[in-house]
C-alpha cells in the first residue's frame, strides 16, 4: 500500500465491507509504506455518508489517497467524481453482488475523467492495483480500479507482492512532489479550473530501449495441446494467455524529440496508456505477468468472437476450447477490456483478428438507460471509423450462469449471432441469481442508536408508524431506496391520503341505515367528529370496533377490513446524519418544503472530537437551522445522554405540531460497539461548549404568548446564534436568563485561549514594571493543589527577596515567551501514572515536541512533588516524580542552565514533600544571590480548615457574596469548605475539563447537595419532590447514597438556592450532611418486621436531631424569600451558638450507623459509631451495643492511614444511647488531632488514646457505665431483594438500583417508573444502605396494581448474578473531585465481563461481596468487601481481598496497580478455584484467607502486614 490516507467505505461501521478487515489487519501490523510518510490511516466512513467527500481535504493538503468501496457509492458520488478526476485518488471497487455483479455503476460513470482498470483473477487485482497506484501517481489523474469481489474470492490465496517491484513500480519521486504540495482549491463543485497536466517533453511511463510496452503471453504457464487456443479458466489459473494488442505493432516512444521550451498540457489519452505500458511493462520484467488495453484469446483466424464485459473469462474460455467441431462457438475468439477508459478503440483494433466477421458483445449491466449497451456502443463507433468492413456486432444482456450451464448459453448465443437476422438484447442467464446472494448490500440500523427508536416506542407505542423502517416489506423496492426521506415521504402521503378516504367513507356510512342497528352510527359519528385528533380518536377506536364486530352488516365487514385507520398514527421518518450531506438533503427539503404534517427523526453520529471543522470539504448542512429559516416547521435539537427529558418532550411537540417537524437527535460513536460511557462523555463535550446545543424551536408559540425558541442547554454555536439575532431572539434569550449571558455572548469554537493567557502575561509584567530586582517566573502544575501552594509561597518569598516574581500555571504561560526569560522556576506534582497535572499537559507537550525552542539564555530550577511508594512496584519505578524529572532533562537538551539539581518531594519522608523541599529551595535563593537578605518579614501559617470555620461566624462566612457572584459557576476556596457542612460539595465536570479549557472556559463548575435523611425513610410526596429538583434543578438524576440519602448532581451555582428550599419545602434538609459535623444517621432497612423497625428508626431520628448544628447560617443563607423573611419550614434552629460544636465544629467528619441483627446491611463496623440493635424479649426494641473507632478513609501507600473496624464499648439502653452517642462525640471533638486531617478521625484518636483510655474519657463525661455487650448474629451485610411480607400482613419490595443511580435511559424508564409509583403508593419509600430501594408497606389489597407497574417499567427484575447485587461502587468520574479512576461507570461493565465464569461454575445465585471506588477515601466502604478494586490513577487499580461477608472483617492488599486484563486474569481462575474447592457454605472471603491467598487483617493497625503483594512490600 501506498497511500497517507485510506477511505474505507463500509455498509455501517459495525460491518466490515470487503476492504475493511483487510485494512485493520494491516494497521494493526503497522508495516512502513512504500510512498506514505508515515503508517497510512485508514479512515472508516458509512457507505450512505457522502463518503467521496473525505477525500478532497487529505488529497488537497498532499496526501496521497485511496478509496475502498463497493460499487453501490458511485452513481451519488457523480458530482465529486468530475472533480476527484483530476486528483491522484485510487477508488478500488469491489462490484455490488446482488447474486452476480453488476458493472452498470462502471458504465454509468465512465465519462467522469477517471481511468478505470478491470482485473478478474486474484492475482490480476493485486497487479492492477499496484498499477493504479503508480499510474495515478505519475499521470496525477484518479484511477478505477473495478472487479467482481464474488469471483475472486473463489480463488487460491497468493503471495503478497515483493516489496522492491512495489518500489519499482511506484514513482517515489513524483509522489513526494505531490507529497510535499498544497492545493488552493476550495470548491467541491464549482470547476475551479484544476487539470492534471504533464510537460510535453516528459516521457512519464512510455516504452524503454524501443521495447513495447504492452501485455504479452505470460512466460510461464502449461502448455495445451489439440485444437484448443491454449486458454485456461481463470477458477484453476491466474493467467489466461491471449494475444496482446502490442503484437501487431510497437508504440513510438513519446521521448523521441528534444524541445527548448517545455510547455505542459493535459493528460491525454496517449500518455495514460504510455505511462501503464511502461508499469505493465516493468511488472512483467520481475513476474512474468503482462498486461495491455485490450486482450485477446483464441485463433488468430477466427471469424467469431465474444466481447465479454463481466463475470469470469476462464469460464468461457474453458468451454471454448473444449468445443467440437459441431460446436457453433468452436475456434471462437474473447476479447476483454482491461483498460476500459480511456478508450483507445485503435488498440483494440490492432489486437482484434482481421478475419472476425461476428461479434456477440456479452455484458453484465442491469441497469440500461438506453436501448443498447454502452459497450456495444463503445464497440460500434471503434469498428465504424476503422475503414474496414464492419463485422456484425449483436449485443447481449448477461445475467448469472452457473458453471455447468456456460456450454448452454454459449449455443443460445452463437445460434443467435450466426442466424440471418440475430435478435439484439437478448437475456442469457438468471435476471435473479441465487438466493443467498441476493440481499446485496444489508442495511441495518446501528445497534447504539436504537436509543431513539426506543424512545420513540415508549412515547407512542402502538400509534408509531416509521414510514422507511428498514424492516419494512415493500414490494419490489430495494431496501436502501426504501429507506431514504425520498420514498418514506411519498409513502406517508399516500398513507395519509388512504385515512382521509377512510375518514369520508366512514362519515358516508354513519348517514346510511346499511347497518343491522343504529349503534354502529352513533359510535361512527362520534369517531368521524374526533378522527384528526389523535388523543380522543385512538380512546374511542377501541370500542368503534367492537360495536362494528357485533354488527355483521356488509358495511361493518368493509369498515373493518381497514381497521387499522381507526387509529390516528404517529407518523415518521428516521434517517442518519447521511442526510445532512449535499447529496442526502434533497429529500429533506421536499419534506420541509411541502408543510405536510411529517415528523422526522434525524440521528448524527459524528462525535465531537472528531469533528468535521478539520475537514471543510466534510461539512454538514445544519438541518435544524436550514429547517428554522425555512420558517413552517418545528425543529427541536436533542441529545439522549445529555436530557432524557428534553428528548421526551421535544417528541411529543414534535408529534403534536401540524405541520413538518425535525428532531435532530446527537448520538456520537466511533464505531457501532462504542460503550455508553464514551458515547456519554463525547455527548457531555459537544453540548457543553456548544457543539451541539438542546433547543426547541415552535414557529407557531407565539401565537399563545410563548417564546418561539427554547434553548435547554447553555452555549450556543455562531451560525444558531446569528439566526437567532435576525430576528431578536437573541436578546430576548438573554433578558429571561442572564445567568447564560456570557456563554452567549462568545461563540462557541472561538479561538479565546491564546489571547486570555497572553492578558494574564501582559497584566502580570505591567505590575511588575516598577520594581527592582532580578525576574523570576514561577510555573506551576497542580492537581491537588499541594504544588500550586508551594509555587505562591515560593513567589511571595522571592518578592520578600527583592525578585520580580510572577506566578502562573503552565498552561496558561504563553510559550513563545520563555525563551526570553532570564529565572524561571517550575514545580509540579505527579499524576496518575507519571503523567502530568491537567494544568500543565499542554504545557509539557509543547516544550517536549518544539524543534525550534532555544533555551540559552535562560537559568532554571524544577521541584517535582510525588511519592516514592504510590507505584511500588520495580517496573513502575520510573512513575516516581516522573514530570518533574522529564521536564529537567527536556529544559537541558533545549540549552537552559540548571540553577539546582532537579528537587524531588516524596510524601514518604518524615514531613512530607516539605523534607525535600526545605533542603532545595536554601539552593535556589543562593544561585539567585539572595540567599543572604536580612529583615525578612514573618510569614504567616498556612490557612487550614481550622482557621476557616473558627473565622466564618458559625459557618457563614462569604457564601451569600459567593453565590451573587454572576462572573463564574464557582465560589471560593473558603467557602468550598463552609458549604460542606450545609450539606453541598462544589464539583465540576472532569469529563470536560481539557475541553472546556480549549475553549477558553472555567471548568464546568457544579454543586453536589446531598439530603440529611436519617434511617432513609421517605413518604411518596418526598419521592416526588426529590424527583421534580433532581429534573429542574439538577442533571436529571438521582443517587441513592451509601449513606442512605438522596444526593443532586450537576445543580449549577444559580439554581443552588431554590434547590435547598425545594428540599426544605419537601420537609427535609441537607445541613450537617456533610462536613466535620455528624452526618446523615444510618438505620438497617428491616422490611420484615415492621413494628421493630419502627422503633428503632425513631432512635435514628432522635439521635439526628439531637446532633445537629444549632447554627442560623444554615436558614440565613438557604431559606430566606426575596423579602429577607425566613420561610424556613423543616428543622428548628433558633440560637446563633453551637453547645454541642463550638465554632470549629468537630476535627473531621463524624458518622452514625444503626444495624439491626442478622442483618448488617449498613456496615454498622465502618462508622465511627455503630450501634448494634438488640431485641427485647416482646419483640421490641431494647437498646444498643455501641462500637467506635471505625472508619473507612486511607491514602495510598502511608501507612500511617488505614481502615478501621469498630471497637465494642458496650450496651447502652434505648433511652440514653443519644446521650452516649453524644459524649463519644464530645471527647472525639476535645481530643481528634485538628493539626493532620489525614490523622483526624475518631479511628486514629482511639487508637492513639487506648480503647480503654478513650472509653474511661467517654464514661466520666457521661456519667455512667457502658453494660457488658448483649449477644448477637450477623448473617451478611447486602439485601434481601424482591417480595416480603412483614408480621403486620403488609408487603415490601426491595428493588435492584445499580449503584444507586436513578435515571432513565432508552433501554430502562427507571425514574419515570418510580415517580408513576410514588403517585399511587401509600406507604413509603426505604434507601438502604446498599444504594437500593425499598417499597415498603404495600397492602394486600394494593399489591396487584404495583405489581402491575414494577412490571410495566421493568423494576420488578432482579434475576441477576449474585456477584451483580452484592456490588455497590461510589460516583467517581466525572463530578467527585478526589476520584482517580472510574467507578460507578465502570463497575457494571467490569462485572459483565466476569459473569460468564461465574456462571460457567455455578455460581449464578451465590452472593460475592464486590465493592470499587475511585479513590482510598472509601465511600463505598471497599475496605470491608470481599473482594475489592480502589482507584489509583485512570483505569488502575489496586485489589484488596478477604474482607468478612458480615462486614465483619478487614480486607487487604492482594495485588496493586492492576489494570483490567490483569484483574480479569487473576479473577477468571480465582473464581473456578472456589466453585471448586470451597466448603459447604463458605463465603469467598473466608476461601481466601483459608487457601492461604490472602492473610487475614486482624485489626486496622494490622492491615499493611503480610501483604499478599510482596514485591511492593520489598519496595516500600
Known amino acids: 500500500m501506498d497511500p497517507d490516507v485510506v477511505v474505507s467505505v463500509q455498509p455501517s461501521l459495525a460491518t466490515d465491507s470487503e476492504f475493511s478487515k483487510f485494512l485493520r489487519a494491516y494497521s494493526s501490523s503497522r508495516s512502513p509504506s512504500v510512498v506514505a510518510k508515515g503508517i497510512p490511516e485508514i479512515l472508516p466512513v458509512r457507505h450512505n455518508a457522502d463518503p467521496l467527500l473525505s477525500v478532497f481535504q487529505p488529497i488537497r493538503s498532499g496526501k496521497i489517497v485511496s478509496v475502498t468501496t463497493s460499487s453501490s457509492i458511485l452513481v451519488k458520488s457523480v458530482p465529486h467524481l468530475h472533480k476527484l478526476s483530476q486528483y491522484p485518488v485510487v477508488i478500488h471497487v469491489a462490484l455490488h453482488s446482488a447474486g452476480y455483479p453488476d458493472y452498470s455503476d462502471i458504465t454509468s460513470i465512465r465519462q467522469s475523467g477517471f481511468t478505470f482498470l478491470q482485473s478478474e483473477t486474484l492475482q490480476e487485482s493485486q497487479d492492477l492495483a499496484l498499477a493504479a497506484h503508480a499510474l495515478a501517481?505519475?499521470?496525477?489523474?484518479?484511477?478505477?480500479?473495478?472487479?467482481?469481489?464474488?469471483?475472486?474470492?473463489?480463488?487460491?490465496?497468493?503471495?503478497?507482492?515483493?516489496?522492491?517491484?512495489?518500489?519499482?513500480?511506484?514513482?517515489?519521486?513524483?509522489?513526494?512532489?505531490?507529497?510535499?504540495?498544497?492545493?488552493?482549491?476550495?470548491?467541491?463543485?464549482?470547476?475551479?479550473?484544476?487539470?492534471?497536466?504533464?510537460?510535453?517533453?516528459?516521457?512519464?511511463g512510455t516504452s524503454r530501449n524501443g521495447e513495447s510496452t504492452g501485455r504479452v503471453s505470460p512466460v510461464s504457464g502449461n502448455p495445451q495441446s489439440g485444437p484448443t487456443s491454449g486458454r485456461e479458466s481463470s477458477v484453476g489459473s491466474d493467467s489466461i494467455r491471449r494475444k496482446s494488442s502490442t503484437d501487431s505493432g510497437s508504440v513510438q516512444s513519446s521521448a523521441a524529440t528534444s524541445i527548448e521550451s517545455i510547455p505542459s498540457r493535459p493528460i491525454s489519452s496517449d500518455d495514460i496508456y504510455f505511462m501503464i505500458s511502461d508499469i505493465w511493462l516493468t511488472i512483467k520484467e520481475v513476474t512474468g505477468r503482462g498486461y495491455d488495453a485490450f486482450e485477446y484469446s483464441g485463433p488468430t483466424d477466427a471469424k467469431t468472437a465474444i466481447f465479454l464485459f463481466g463475470s469470469d473469462t476462464g469460464f468461457f474460455s474453458k468451454e471454448i476450447d473444449g468445443a467440437t467441431s459441431s460446436d457453433h462457438f468452436a475456434k471462437a475468439g474473447i476479447v476483454t477490456a482491461r483498460l476500459y477508459r480511456p478508450w483507445l478503440g485503435r488498440k483494440l483494433t490492432e489486437v482484434l483478428p482481421s478475419t472476425v466477421q461476428r461479434i456477440a458483445v456479452l455484458e453484465q449491466v442491469r441497469k440500461r438507460t438506453t436501448r443498447w449497451g454502452p459497450l456495444l456502443l463503445d464497440l460500434l463507433m471503434t469498428l465504424k471509423s476503422g475503414g474496414a468492413t464492419t463485422p456484425v456486432i449483436v449485443g447481449y444482456q448477461l445475467g448469472y450462469l452457473e458453471q455447468s450451464t456456460i456450454q448452454q448459453a454459449l449455443r443460445g448465443i452463437f445460434q443467435n449471432l450466426m442466424s440471418d437476422k440475430p435478435i439484439q438484447?437478448?437475456?442469457?442467464?438468471?435476471?435473479?441469481?441465487?438466493?443467498?446472494?441476493?440481499?446485496?448490500?444489508?442495511?441495518?440500523?446501528?445497534?447504539?442508536?436504537?436509543?431513539?427508536?426506543?424512545?420513540?416506542?415508549?412515547?407512542?407505542?402502538?400509534?408509531?408508524h416509521v414510514a422507511n423502517r428498514l424492516d419494512a416489506n415493500d414490494a419490489g423496492i430495494s431496501a436502501t431506496i426504501a429507506a431514504n426521506p425520498e420514498f418514506g415521504f411519498g409513502s406517508l402521503l399516500a398513507r395519509s391520503e388512504r385515512r382521509t378516504r377512510f375518514i369520508n367513507e366512514v362519515q358516508e356510512a354513519a348517514k346510511t341505515r346499511s347497518f343491522t342497528t343504529d349503534i354502529p352510527q352513533k359510535w361512527l359519528s362520534k369517531w368521524a367528529l374526533d378522527a384528526e385528533d389523535a388523543g380522543k380518536a385512538n380512546f374511542i377506536a377501541e370500542d368503534v370496533i367492537a360495536r362494528l364486530a357485533t354488527d355483521g352488516s356488509p358495511s361493518t365487514s368493509r369498515l373493518l377490513s381497514s381497521k387499522s385507520l381507526f387509529y390516528k398514527e404517529s407518523q415518521w421518518l428516521v434517517g442518519s446524519d447521511a442526510w445532512a450531506y449535499d447529496l442526502g438533503n434533497s429529500g429533506v427539503h421536499h419534506v420541509i418544503a411541502s408543510g405536510k404534517n411529517v415528523n422526522m427523526l434525524i440521528i448524527d453520529s459524528q462525535p465531537y472530537s472528531e469533528r468535521a471543522a478539520a475537514d471543510a470539504a466534510r461539512r454538514k448542512k445544519d438541518i435544524g437551522l436550514y429547517a428554522m429559516n425555512y420558517g413552517n416547521a418545528y425543529v427541536a435539537s436533542v441529545a439522549v445522554y445529555s436530557s432524557y427529558t428534553q428528548v421526551l418532550q421535544a417528541m411529543i411537540e414534535a408529534e403534536q405540531f401540524e405541520g413538518p417537524s425535525v428532531v435532530v437527535a446527537y448520538l456520537p460513536y466511533n464505531t457501532e460497539n462504542d460503550s455508553p460511557l464514551t458515547v456519554l462523555q463525547e455527548t457531555k463535550k459537544a453540548v457543553d461548549v456548544g457543539y451541539w446545543p438542546l433547543y426547541r424551536w415552535n414557529p407557531r408559540?407565539?401565537?399563545?404568548?410563548?417564546?418561539?425558541?427554547?434553548?435547554?442547554?447553555?452555549?450556543?454555536?455562531?451560525?444558531?446564534?446569528?439566526?437567532?439575532?435576525?430576528?431578536?431572539?437573541?436578546?430576548?434569550?438573554?433578558?429571561?436568563?442572564?445567568?447564560?449571558?456570557?456563554?452567549?455572548?462568545?461563540?462557541?469554537?472561538?479561538?479565546?485561549?491564546?489571547?486570555?493567557?497572553?492578558?494574564?502575561?501582559?497584566?502580570?509584567?505591567?505590575?511588575?514594571?516598577?520594581?527592582?530586582?532580578?525576574?523570576?517566573?514561577?510555573?506551576?502544575?497542580?492537581?491537588?493543589?499541594?504544588?500550586?501552594?508551594?509555587?505562591?509561597?515560593?513567589?511571595?518569598?522571592?518578592?520578600?527577596?527583592?525578585?520580580?516574581?510572577?506566578?502562573?500555571?503552565?498552561?496558561?504561560?504563553?510559550?513563545?515567551?520563555?525563551?526570553?526569560?532570564?529565572?524561571?522556576?517550575?514545580?509540579?506534582?505527579?499524576?496518575?501514572?507519571?503523567?502530568?497535572?491537567?494544568?500543565?499537559?499542554?504545557?509539557?507537550?509543547?516544550?517536549r515536541n518544539s524543534t525550534d525552542l532555544d533555551l540559552a539564555n535562560v537559568n532554571f530550577a524544577v521541584f517535582a512533588l510525588g511519592d516514592s511508594h504510590y507505584w511500588p512496584r520495580k517496573e513502575d519505578r520510573v512513575y516516581y516524580n516522573k514530570p518533574?524529572?522529564?521536564?529537567?532533562?527536556?529544559?537541558?537538551?533545549?540549552?537552559?542552565?540548571?540553577?539546582?539539581?532537579?528537587?524531588?518531594?516524596?510524601?514518604?519522608?518524615?514531613?512530607?514533600?516539605?523534607?525535600?523541599?526545605?533542603?532545595?529551595?536554601?539552593?535556589?535563593?543562593?544561585?539567585?544571590?539572595?540567599?543572604?537578605?536580612?529583615?525578612?518579614?514573618?510569614?504567616?501559617?498556612?490557612?487550614?480548615?481550622?482557621?476557616?470555620?473558627?473565622?466564618?461566624?458559625?459557618?457563614?462566612?462569604?457564601?451569600?457574596?459567593?453565590?451573587?457572584?454572576?462572573?463564574?459557576?464557582?465560589?471560593?476556596?473558603?467557602?468550598?469548605?463552609?458549604?460542606?457542612?450545609?450539606?453541598?460539595?462544589?464539583?465540576?465536570?472532569?469529563?470536560?475539563?481539557?475541553?472546556?479549557?480549549?475553549?477558553?472556559?472555567?471548568?464546568?463548575?457544579?454543586?453536589?447537595?446531598?439530603?440529611?435523611?436519617?434511617?432513609?425513610?421517605?413518604?411518596?410526596?418526598?419521592?416526588?419532590?426529590?424527583?421534580?429538583?433532581?429534573?429542574?434543578?439538577?442533571?436529571?438524576?438521582?443517587?441513592?447514597?451509601?449513606?442512605?440519602?438522596f444526593q443532586f448532581h450537576g445543580v449549577v451555582k444559580g439554581k443552588l438556592k431554590p434547590a435547598m428550599q425545594a428540599i426544605n419545602a419537601a420537609l427535609m434538609t441537607t445541613i450537617a450532611a456533610c462536613g466535620d459535623v455528624n452526618r446523615n444517621v444510618m438505620c438497617s432497612s428491616l422490611p420484615q418486621h415492621s413494628q421493630y423497625h419502627a422503633d428503632v428508626h425513631a432512635c435514628s431520628k432522635k439521635i439526628s436531631d439531637h446532633l445537629l448544628p444549632s447554627t442560623t447560617a444554615y436558614h440565613e443563607i438557604w431559606l430566606k424569600d426575596e423579602n429577607d423573611q425566613k420561610t424556613q419550614v423543616a428543622g428548628d434552629a433558633i440560637v446563633d451558638n453551637e453547645p454541642l460544636y463550638g465554632p470549629t465544629y468537630l476535627p473531621r467528619k463524624f458518622k452514625i450507623t444503626i444495624a439491626i441483627p442478622p442483618h448488617n446491611d449498613t456496615d454498622v463496623y465502618a462508622h465511627d459509631i455503630g450501634l448494634i440493635a438488640i431485641k427485647g424479649s416482646n419483640g421490641r426494641l431494647e437498646g444498643f451495643n455501641l462500637l467506635a473507632g471505625g472508619g473507612m478513609g486511607v491514602t495510598h501507600n502511608n501507612k500511617k492511614t488505614y481502615p478501621r473496624t469498630g471497637s465494642m464499648l458496650g450496651y447502652v439502653p434505648k433511652e440514653k444511647v443519644h446521650i452516649a452517642c453524644e459524649k463519644v462525640m464530645f471527647v472525639q471533638r476535645d481530643n481528634g488531632d485538628r493539626t493532620n486531617r489525614k490523622h483526624a478521625r475518631l479511628k486514629y484518636t482511639i487508637d492513639d488514646m487506648g480503647l480503654d483510655v478513650f472509653k474511661g474519657k467517654v464514661e466520666d463525661i457521661w456519667?455512667?457505665?457502658?453494660?457488658?455487650?448483649?449477644?448477637?448474629?450477623?448473617?451478611?451485610?447486602?439485601?434481601?431483594?424482591?417480595?416480603?411480607?412483614?408480621?403486620?400482613?403488609?408487603?415490601?419490595?426491595?428493588?435492584?438500583?445499580?449503584?444507586?443511580?436513578?435515571?432513565?435511559?432508552?433501554?430502562?424508564?427507571?425514574?419515570?417508573?418510580?415517580?408513576?409509583?410514588?403517585?399511587?403508593?401509600?406507604?413509603?419509600?426505604?434507601?438502604?444502605?446498599?444504594?437500593?430501594?425499598?417499597?415498603?408497606?404495600?397492602?394486600?389489597?394494593?399489591?396487584?396494581?404495583?405489581?402491575?407497574?414494577?412490571?410495566?417499567?421493568?423494576?420488578?427484575?432482579?434475576?441477576?448474578?449474585?456477584?451483580?447485587?452484592?456490588?455497590?461502587?461510589?460516583?467517581?468520574?466525572?463530578?467527585?473531585?478526589?476520584?482517580?479512576?472510574?467507578?460507578?461507570?465502570?463497575?457494571?461493565?467490569?462485572?459483565?465481563?466476569?459473569?460468564?465464569?461465574?456462571?460457567?461454575?455455578?455460581?449464578?445465585?451465590?452472593?460475592?461481596?464486590?465493592?470499587?471506588?475511585?479513590?482510598?477515601?472509601?465511600?463505598?466502604?471497599?475496605?470491608?468487601?470481599?473482594?475489592?478494586?480502589?482507584?489509583?490513577?485512570?483505569?488502575?487499580?489496586?485489589?484488596?481481598?478477604?474482607?468478612?461477608?458480615?462486614?465483619?472483617?478487614?480486607?487487604?492488599?492482594?495485588?496493586?496497580?492492576?489494570?483490567?486484563?490483569?484483574?480479569?486474569?487473576?479473577?477468571?481462575?480465582?473464581?473456578?478455584?472456589?466453585?471448586?474447592?470451597?466448603?459447604?457454605?463458605?463465603?469467598?472471603?473466608?476461601?481466601?484467607?483459608?487457601?492461604?491467598?490472602?492473610?487475614?487483617?486482624?485489626?486496622?493497625?494490622?492491615?499493611?502486614?503480610?501483604?499478599?503483594?510482596?514485591?511492593?512490600?520489598?519496595?516500600?
Open 884 to 1045: 518533574g524529572k522529564d521536564l529537567h532533562v527536556r529544559l537541558m537538551d533545549l540549552g537552559a542552565q540548571p540553577m539546582t539539581d532537579c528537587g524531588l518531594g516524596d510524601d514518604q519522608d518524615p514531613d512530607g514533600y516539605q523534607t525535600g523541599y526545605g533542603e532545595w529551595e536554601p539552593k535556589l535563593w543562593q544561585k539567585l544571590g539572595v540567599d543572604s537578605v536580612e529583615g525578612l518579614p514573618e510569614e504567616p501559617p498556612p490557612i487550614t480548615n481550622e482557621d476557616i470555620k473558627a473565622a466564618s461566624n458559625y459557618l457563614r462566612g462569604t457564601i451569600v457574596e459567593g453565590l451573587n457572584d454572576s462572573s463564574t459557576g464557582a465560589i471560593s476556596a473558603a467557602d468550598q469548605q463552609l458549604t460542606k457542612f450545609h450539606g453541598t460539595y462544589m464539583q465540576d465536570d472532569r469529563d470536560l475539563r481539557d475541553e472546556r479549557k480549549a475553549q477558553g472556559l472555567e471548568p464546568a463548575y457544579s454543586f453536589m447537595i446531598r439530603c440529611r435523611l436519617p434511617g432513609g425513610v421517605a413518604t411518596p410526596k418526598q419521592w416526588i419532590q426529590m424527583d421534580a429538583i433532581s429534573t429542574k434543578l439538577g442533571n436529571e438524576t438521582m443517587k441513592l447514597t451509601t449513606r442512605q440519602t
Open 425 to 464: 438484447n437478448l437475456e442469457i442467464g438468471s435476471h435473479e441469481g441465487p438466493r443467498d446472494q441476493r440481499e446485496g448490500l444489508e442495511l441495518k440500523q446501528p445497534q447504539v442508536e436504537n436509543a431513539y427508536m426506543k424512545i420513540l416506542d415508549q412515547v407512542f407505542g402502538q400509534r408509531l
Open 137 to 204: 501517481i505519475r499521470s496525477g489523474k484518479g484511477v478505477v480500479h473495478f472487479f467482481d469481489s464474488s469471483n475472486i474470492n473463489r480463488h487460491n490465496p497468493i503471495f503478497h507482492e515483493n516489496r522492491d517491484l512495489v518500489r519499482q513500480v511506484l514513482d517515489v519521486d513524483s509522489a513526494r512532489i505531490h507529497q510535499a504540495t498544497k492545493t488552493g482549491e476550495t470548491s467541491l463543485y464549482a470547476d475551479d479550473g484544476r487539470v492534471a497536466s504533464r510537460t510535453v517533453a516528459g516521457t512519464g
Open 1263 to 1516: 456519667g455512667e457505665k457502658f453494660e457488658e455487650p448483649r449477644p448477637f448474629k450477623f448473617d451478611s451485610n447486602i439485601d434481601t431483594f424482591g417480595w416480603q411480607k412483614d408480621e403486620k400482613g403488609m408487603n415490601h419490595f426491595t428493588l435492584f438500583i445499580e449503584n444507586g443511580r436513578i435515571e432513565d435511559t432508552a433501554d430502562f424508564p427507571m425514574k419515570t417508573g418510580l415517580r408513576e409509583i410514588a403517585q399511587v403508593h401509600k406507604g413509603e419509600f426505604r434507601l438502604t444502605g446498599n444504594q437500593h430501594l425499598i417499597l415498603s408497606g404495600v397492602s394486600d389489597e394494593d399489591l396487584p396494581t404495583m405489581k402491575e407497574m414494577l412490571a410495566k417499567y421493568k423494576l420488578d427484575n432482579t434475576d441477576f448474578s449474585g456477584l451483580r447485587l452484592s456490588s455497590s461502587a461510589c460516583v467517581a468520574f466525572p463530578t467527585c473531585g478526589l476520584a482517580m479512576a472510574e467507578s460507578e461507570r465502570y463497575l457494571p461493565e467490569l462485572i459483565t465481563k466476569l459473569e460468564g465464569v461465574i456462571e460457567e461454575n455455578g455460581l449464578r445465585q451465590d452472593s460475592i461481596v464486590m465493592r470499587m471506588t475511585g479513590c482510598p477515601n472509601g465511600c463505598a466502604r471497599p475496605w470491608l468487601a470481599e473482594v475489592a478494586f480502589v482507584g489509583k490513577s485512570y483505569a488502575t487499580y489496586d485489589m484488596l481481598l478477604g474482607g468478612g461477608y458480615h462486614g465483619q472483617r478487614l480486607n487487604k492488599i492482594y495485588k496493586r496497580s492492576i489494570k483490567e486484563e490483569e484483574i480479569l486474569a487473576i479473577m477468571k481462575p480465582m473464581i473456578k478455584r472456589y466453585a471448586a474447592e470451597r466448603n459447604e457454605g463458605e463465603r469467598f472471603g473466608d476461601f481466601c484467607i483459608r487457601s492461604n491467598i490472602i492473610a487475614p487483617t486482624t485489626e486496622g493497625k494490622a492491615f499493611y502486614e503480610n501483604i499478599a503483594d510482596a514485591e511492593s512490600e520489598d519496595e516500600a
Open 701 to 847: 408559540a407565539e401565537e399563545k404568548g410563548e417564546d418561539n425558541f427554547q434553548l435547554d442547554s447553555e452555549r450556543i454555536k455562531t451560525e444558531l446564534k446569528e439566526f437567532l439575532r435576525r430576528d431578536n431572539h437573541l436578546s430576548q434569550l438573554m433578558k429571561r436568563h442572564p445567568e447564560f449571558s456570557a456563554s452567549l455572548s462568545a461563540s462557541y469554537g472561538s479561538e479565546v485561549r491564546q489571547l486570555q493567557k497572553r492578558k494574564a502575561k501582559d497584566a502580570y509584567s505591567k505590575l511588575l514594571e516598577g520594581l527592582y530586582g532580578a525576574p523570576m517566573t514561577v510555573l506551576f502544575a497542580s492537581d491537588n493543589g499541594n504544588a500550586e501552594t508551594l509555587a505562591k509561597r515560593l513567589g511571595n518569598r522571592g518578592k520578600a527577596r527583592g525578585l520580580k516574581t510572577m506566578v502562573m500555571a503552565m498552561d496558561d504561560y504563553p510559550l513563545e515567551d520563555l525563551s526570553s526569560e532570564e529565572n524561571v522556576v517550575l514545580i509540579t506534582s505527579t499524576a496518575g501514572q507519571g503523567e502530568f497535572p491537567q494544568n500543565g499537559r499542554n504545557f509539557w507537550e509543547a516544550v
